[in-house]
């Protein structure tokens, strides 16, 4: 039940955006259809997101997890998504960009807490885990162009609608005597995270490149009980795009 509502929001400003795009096509001076090669570096901020954490390992299931996955250091991320960009007359610019991405946060893990079932044990370690999210993101945004010469500038702000589809964690840390431990737990704790977010380009011809900045307003570990539990995506972008009309 939860799930309709989010995917709605998806829907009807899907629908919004491009019904706007067509209804200027009146007044626009062009409309520019391109394909995005994404990247950027995703991390979490807020009061329980950390540079440091420790695996707790169970020797009885040979398993465990990170203690706390949400890690303040930024892994690498990758995404493609198309992009439909309409250009007024005056310059302004409405758009509406749709794409797969996957985010990965990092955090260091710097000891394994275990338990053979009969007792307990706590080593130094050396690793680190990637909280790993793949997302369908939906971009609309109106800005500006500025127009110098052949190169065109857009700075442009909109939301990330972000439709979660799984999040994973995979960590691995090894101790002085060599035994490495892994996890790999499932994390999903969000359906949509709701990104401000705001850009700027550089295009030449066909060939364009991009920075932006997202932050999310979903809390991440809205449902964990006990604690501080506070924690949101942050996404610094970039990324290459190619004009195919």
Known sequence: MLLQPKQTLMQKTFLTLLTVLFLTNSFGQKTEFRIAFNSGLFSFSGQSAEKYSQINFSNSSNSGYTNNPYGSMSGLCYGLSGNLKRVTKKNLVLGLDM??????????????????????????????????YNFINLFPYIGHRFNVRKVSFDIVGGFDIAYCLKAREKGNASVTNGTKYTTSVDRKTINTDIRPRIQFSVDYQKIGIYVGYSYGLANYMSGYVGGTNECYARLARFGLTYRLK
């Open 99 to 132: 794409g797969y991405e996957t985010l990965r946060s990092k955090i260091k893990i710097s000891a394994i807490s275990g338990n053979t079932g009969t007792s307990t044990y706590e080593y130094s370690a050396t690793g680190q885990t990637f909280l790993n």
